[in-house]
């Protein structure tokens, strides 16, 4: 695949071997900068934060509380609410 950057933000994806105009695909660059993940329960997320000196830096999401909270185990801890700033993905 070549990719080029177009004048309106536009990622331009075509194979190597076809000419400039046939086959490309325009692929919006804020998909790319800016990904969208969803966040489920059953999901091993990395903590920003320990909870205590001897846990480990992952937890398992175990259901969704509210719009930002999260009740979670995290190992070697046990169960703990954690909101969403707490942990990366």
Do not use: R
């Not at 692929?27 to 489920?40: G, V």
């Not at 059953?42 to 398992?60: G, R, T």
Request: glycine share 2%.
């Amino acid at each position: 695949m070549k990719y080029e950057l177009s004048s309106k933000n536009l990622l331009i994806a075509s194979p190597d071997n076809t000419p400039a105009t046939k086959d490309k695909e325009l692929i919006p660059l804020s998909s790319i900068l800016y990904p969208s993940y969803s966040i489920d329960s059953n999901n091993w997320v990395k903590l920003v934060e320990l909870p205590s000196l001897y846990s480990c830096d992952e937890a398992l999401l175990l259901c969704q509380i509210s719009e930002d909270e999260w009740s979670a185990w995290i190992p070697d801890h046990g169960e703990a609410v954690l909101n969403s700033k707490q942990f990366c993905y």
